[in-house]
């Protein structure tokens, strides 16, 4: 089967760096996705890796490696605003997205 | 630029009744999806276009339909709604098969 694992609830200070991890089995690897939900909205898009190795925007960075089916959300500077939920999604082999449950992230001052 | 919307943004629903969720896109992408959200859970694929005219069927098609009629609009019906269809409701886009998606705001529904 598929399955997208991350940790349900991480919590963290504002100004400091936090870590989410997300490790996958799926039918198939065409990417993985990350994106961000705050409470109530929709999900918006953050990051994409097809390759090994780390992307980085801004205070984000994501990581993956292909081969151990793991990726990691960097979020550096916390601020308040980063509080909400991160979203870890693979694409298959069928281009359909396989969905994390997702890391609610509080962030404290 | 409006991007997707969606609506209603909430409905309360009884059983057994019928009720179609309707998104539209402005940004003339060939893909759309259907997903619906639960606690606890990750969002799950219902139904997918690749493109105007063709649909297919997701992770968790049963009890819900679709038609793609044109590029912009993706409706769903659910032909008898049950209580197990109460969940948030999310239209999606992007541009091809691989992309990134788009998100509407989504709709709430709560079948009684």
């Known amino acids: 089967g598929q399955n997208i694992d991350q940790p349900t609830e991480m919590t963290a200070t504002e100004g400091a760096i936090v870590q989410i991890n997300c490790t996958y089995q799926?039918?198939?690897?065409?990417?993985l996705f990350w994106y961000q939900q705050h409470a109530g909205e929709a999900p918006t898009f953050l990051s994409y890796?097809?390759l090994d190795g780390l992307e980085e925007k801004g205070r984000f960075s994501s990581f993956l490696s292909r081969s151990k089916g793991y990726s990691y959300l960097l979020l550096k500077e916390l601020q308040m605003k980063d509080s909400a939920s991160y979203l870890c999604a693979v694409m298959d082999s069928n281009y359909q997205l396989i969905w994390g449950a997702g890391t609610k992230l509080i962030i404290k001052p | 630029t409006a991007g997707i919307t969606q609506a209603p943004t909430s409905q309360i629903l009884a059983a057994g009744r019928s009720m179609t969720l309707r998104c539209t896109q402005d940004m003339r992408h060939n893909a759309m999806y259907w997903y619906r959200q639960d606690l606890g859970l990750g969002l799950r694929l219902i139904h997918y276009s690749n493109t105007a005219g063709t649909t297919g069927k997701g992770e968790v098609p049963d009890g819900y339909s679709v038609s793609r009629a044109n590029t912009d609009d993706f409706p769903l019906t659910l032909a008898s709604a049950v209580p197990s269809q109460t969940s948030v409701y999310f239209c999606a886009s992007s541009e091809g098969l691989e992309g990134e998606q788009y998100f509407g705001p989504g709709t709430r529904l709560t079948v009684t």
């Open positions: 799926t039918s198939g690897f065409n990417g």
């Open positions: 890796n097809v």
